[in-house]
């Protein structure tokens, strides 16, 4: 095959544009690649075309942008068809292994992409996690069966540090507001209960508590950085704040033993207490005067929206309650 010489770049000043750029300015795109190929297997432009989903003369005018491009004629055209020309030959191997190499690029990511919704990495405060949740990776896994999901519980403030670490890929939290650099959609409501042990003196009261009396009383909390917590220090902020906790435990189920022990009256979140409330292991201690309900929130890092199973899970979660 003869030598085909090929269009010298024009002489100019220095550019400051980068070198990947400058390649990108002088290689043909993906699709006109792809094009020749298929004019070089079916010998006609037109039959091309069709296989690509293009018009005709669309087609045609990518193959002159790309000889313009070049500098050399690739396509010889006549009434019985298309013929490549002896640069269009050369050039034609050339995109081959472009192609294949792109092919192999998309194969890769594509593994990748299945790799990343192959997983799901979810972290929950504790009241989600262990009342909520269950019912929702139920669903997931039905709609997701190849899946595999993890979940990490804890309270506000670590659902947020595992997601702005990028341990997680989705999270939920409960309280006031959505965590400092976490974008959020609030899925439902939940309430909050002032609970006691039945001979607790709360337990016989015919008024309700008021919000100073709350205030000024020690309670069975859970640690700052909890929802729980966040929720009793904004609506008793007013009342003077909390006072210092008759204990401070870290999980759910450590608060409720400790309250149908007589230690002292906690507040918990009515998805939690319902068994026991039912059981009159705990009494209601009604209040009057605060607004102890709170957001229910799904959140991920700012600007990054959930895609794959963390979308699907999202979707699953509206209405949580009402």
């Known amino acids: 095959m003869a030598d085909v010489p090929l269009a010298a770049p024009s002489a100019g000043p220095p550019s400051a544009v980068s070198p990947a750029v400058q390649l990108a300015r002088r290689v043909p795109d993906l699709g006109a690649l792809e094009l020749l190929l298929a004019v070089a297997r079916l010998g006609s432009l037109g039959r091309a075309a069709r296989e690509l989903g293009i018009s005709q003369p669309a087609a045609s005018s990518r193959i002159r942008a790309m000889e313009r491009l070049l500098g050399v004629s690739l396509v010889d055209r006549s009434p019985r068809g298309s013929r490549l020309t002896d640069a269009g030959t050369l050039v034609t191997d050339w995109a081959r292994r472009v192609v294949e190499a792109a092919e192999a690029f998309d194969a890769g990511a594509q593994a990748l992409r299945d790799r ?33 999901v993890s979940l990490h519980a804890g309270n506000s403030a670590a659902v947020a540090e ?79 704040g909390l006072a210092e906790p008759l204990l ?68 699953l979660t509206r209405g949580a309650r009402d």
């Open 116 to 148: 990343r919704d192959s997983r799901l990495r979810v972290a929950a405060s504790m009241t989600i996690a262990e009342y909520l949740l269950p019912g929702w990776l139920i669903a997931l896994r039905r709609a997701r069966p190849d899946t595999a």
């Open 162 to 240: 595992r997601l702005l670490s990028h341990e997680a890929d989705l999270g939920f939290v409960e309280g006031v507001a959505a965590p400092e650099g976490l974008d959020s959609a609030v899925i439902g409501h939940d309430r909050l209960l002032v609970v006691a042990a039945p001979g607790h003196p709360w337990a016989r009261r015919r008024t309700p508590l008021d919000p100073a009396e709350l205030a000024a009383t020690p309670l069975i909390l859970r640690e700052p950085g909890s929802g729980t917590r966040q929720v009793l220090d904004a609506g008793l902020s007013a009342y003077g």
């Open 248 to 315: 401070e435990l870290a999980s759910t189920t450590a608060l409720k033993a400790a309250a149908v022990s007589g230690a002292g009256p906690c507040v918990l979140s009515e998805l939690a207490v319902g068994e026991e409330l039912a059981a009159r292991r705990l009494v209601r201690v009604p209040v009057e005067g605060i607004r102890l309900r709170r957001d229910l929130r799904a959140v991920w890092p700012v600007g990054n929206r959930p895609a794959g199973p963390a979308r699907d899970l999202l979707s």
